[in-house]
């Protein structure tokens, strides 16, 4: 899909409580997306009923019609009405939810989520989020809300609201800011299929944990089709040539640094991955940012939540 011209808004930023809970509902209910918090990136979020609403977030963030968008749900009960749930699903999110993992299911028969925000796929992606500025719009709003990461596509996905200004400034009306993200990459995405989890994506929780909640093998994802959000083999693009695995910068690099590689940012200076993973995105939007004309970040390693931030990077890096 190619982005869609849209009329300039002003765009409100509007600290975290009723009032900006009361706005965001109303704008939800007339049919507009709004950028809300979660506790993996920021989200643009409308009613995944509303097929305009939903038409409304592609043409904001630009992003291409063949890559579905999650589905947030305040619980299990809600969600099972849009999706069908197995044994190992249940497992799945008993253990993980509300959190940073995004199940992908066989939509029910009778979901009622529009199909443009599952790219018209037979299969819905579904989470549960703990972040409290999400859960409140879902309690007041009743309504499932489609949410990507609140960005133009291919951007870096957004852990700050200064971050969802840099690329939606004029182009929605509100940003619910409620401070920065604590996972700070976006939702693991795994589905259950041939008897294995299937990684479609990965994050927060892990291959481990999935494997160890649902008892079944965990396997990679397999071929080059869409299934999943996030799929796309060029995504988080700063702008920028982003080299990776850098033991040090050149003088034209901006460099992003981890453990005892420093540099003009540092992800984690004690190498916390959980300390990079929040980091990671603030820090490639100041690589962009920087008058330097290249980015270098320093190597991550591949264990635990290290998997996700390389991952990032390896498609920031495309």
Known sequence: MAERPIESVATAVVPYGDDAIARAAR????GQPVAV????????AADARNAEAVARIYAAKG?????????????????GRLGVFGAAELALAEAFWPGPLTLVVPRAHDCPVASIATAGLDTIAIRVPAHRAMRALLETTGAPLAAPSANASGRVSPTKAEHVLASLDGRIALVIDDGATTAGVESTIARVADGAVQLLRPG????AMLGAASGLRVSGRKGAEV???GMLASHYAPGKPVRLGA?????DEYGIGFGGVAGDYQLSAAGDLTEAAAHLFDALHAGAASAKPKIAVAAIPFEGLGAAI???????AV
Do not use: S
């Open 204 to 207: 927060p929780v892990t291959a």
């Open 63 to 79: 992003r291409p019609d063949f890559n579905p968008l999650i589905v947030h749900v305040p619980d299990l009960a809600v969600a």
């Open 227 to 229: 299934v999943a959000p």
């Open 27 to 30: 704008l939800v209910a007339e």
């Open 37 to 44: 918090p979660t506790e993996t990136v920021y989200g643009l």
């Open 247 to 251: 033991a040090d910068f050149a003088a």
């Open 310 to 316: 390389n991952d990032r990077l390896a498609r920031a």
